[in-house]
């Protein structure tokens, strides 16, 4: 048995080669692109351009021109996008930033690092994002930005947010490490906020090989000083106006990600094709509720779609409901070889590193009950329709109490 190892996040999710549907399988997504991939590998090889240069500027520009923002700054994660962001906003101790605890763990993690506290706010039962109408009460007189989430690849209510934030003269960063190429009435993810923060991870849907993130912009000043500040705060050369970091982004994954990112659309638009298989098998099952207006009574909630919303499908996340439910179908899912995730089984208002913050008192009862409810089903470009058709078969097999075997 040929055991390809997959690494998310940290974890080994190891699936082998006779598996059905696996999650993911970055070696078929790229392999496409391999002779490109070499080739371009060569040339920045040959270009002993290792640092900086002509493969960083170009993928900015088409990044830009892609978002419809005047800048972007390429940086070396979607963390250090954030980081550099809030440092750009000069967020530090004693204020406040607005997050959800729905997200992975980046999100809340680089306000802390700032010496700054994350406050949590609730989300929506049906988009997972950010509830705009509990950032409000959440504002006090420290309260220095919010940074709503694009969770699973589709928007949060901006418009809503930014209201808010602009009521109160705050800054609003979108996390769109999972999002890029979601739109809100034509208008893309991270062309909203003072920044936008994306991610290469190789899981995301512009996936990277190796680890590389993007910040956009439409301030220019922001976007100089975002410059600066990702080579440490120097402007000129040893000379420091700033402390930043090293965040920078290297070329190779420049080199690398242009050759993808005139397909990006195209490789949407097949997640989407997925999305609506999912919806057209499993929704016309009577335990299957469409969205969580229609879910009494029923076992499965299929993820829903927000006015205005185009969906990029990153994840395509159920819910399973009742006690203990959503395990025992994961389980199921394994055993026949299908690959799934958990996002995220615990709220970073739960987690113990923020207690600091919490004092382990904050509760946050529709964020806890997804932690409880979610799974994530395969829906990346490379599989096939019929391997979507074999999922729904093992869900409704669970649905239908059996265990479809
Ligand atoms: C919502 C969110 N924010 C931030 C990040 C951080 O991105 P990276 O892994 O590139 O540092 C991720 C990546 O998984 C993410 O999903």
Redesign the pocket.
């Known amino acids: 048995m040929i055991e390809i190892g997959v690494v998310i996040?940290g974890e080994s999710c190891s699936f082998d080669a006779s598996m059905s549907v696996p999650l993911l399988n970055l070696a078929e997504h790229n392999r496409p692109y391999q002779d490109r991939m070499r080739e371009a590998f060569d040339r920045f090889l040959a270009s002993g351009q290792y640092i900086g240069g002509d493969q960083v500027t170009l993928f900015e520009k088409e990044v830009a021109s892609y978002l419809g923002v005047s800048e972007c700054v390429a940086v070396s994660?979607?963390?250090?996008?954030?980081l550099l962001a809030l440092m750009a906003l000069d967020v530090g101790p004693g204020d406040e930033v607005i997050c959800p605890s729905f997200?992975?763990?980046?999100?809340a993690g680089v306000v802390h690092r700032l010496g700054a506290k994350p406050v949590f706010a609730e989300i929506l039962e049906g988009s997972f994002n950010m509830d705009p109408e509990d950032i409000e009460h959440r504002i006090t007189p420290r309260t220095k930005g919010i940074i709503p989430?694009?969770?699973f690849g589709q928007m949060a209510n901006i418009g809503r947010i930014q209201a808010i934030a602009d009521k109160h003269g705050l800054f609003v960063v979108e996390?769109a490490?999972?999002a890029i190429g979601a739109r809100h009435n034509g208008k893309h993810a991270g062309s909203f906020g003072a920044f936008g923060?994306f991610?290469?991870?190789p899981?995301?849907n512009l996936s990277g090989l190796g680890?590389?993130?993007l910040v956009s912009t439409n301030d220019p000043k922001l976007a100089a000083k975002a410059r600066i500040l990702r080579v440490h705060g120097m402007d000129p050369v040893y000379y420091h106006s700033h402390v930043g970091g090293n965040f920078r982004f290297d070329p190779i994954q420049g080199a690398l990600l242009r050759i993808k990112l005139p397909d990006l659309d195209t490789s949407i638009g097949l997640r989407q094709e997925r999305a609506a298989r999912y919806v057209s098998r499993l929704g016309s099952h009577p335990a299957v509720a469409l969205s969580c207006e229609e879910a009494a009574g029923k076992k499965l909630v299929l993820p829903e779609t927000s006015p205005g919303n185009a969906h990029t499908f990153n994840q395509f996340t159920i819910r399973v409901r009742g006690e203990g439910a959503r395990d025992r179908l994961a389980a199921q899912l394994k055993a026949a070889g299908i690959g799934h995730g958990i996002y995220y089984p615990l709220g970073l208002h739960q987690q113990e590193c923020f207690r600091c913050h919490t004092g382990g008192a904050v509760s946050l009862p529709i964020t806890e009950a997804a932690c409880r409810e979610v799974l994530s089903i395969p829906i990346v470009p490379e599989i096939k329709l019929e391997q979507i058709d074999e999922v729904c078969d093992r869900i409704i097999g669970f649905l239908d109490g059996g265990n479809a075997a």
Do not use: C, I, N
């Open positions: 996040r994660s979607g963390t250090d996008a954030l997200t992975f763990f980046a999100t989430v694009h969770l996390d490490a999972q923060a991610s290469f991870y899981t995301k680890d590389s993130g």
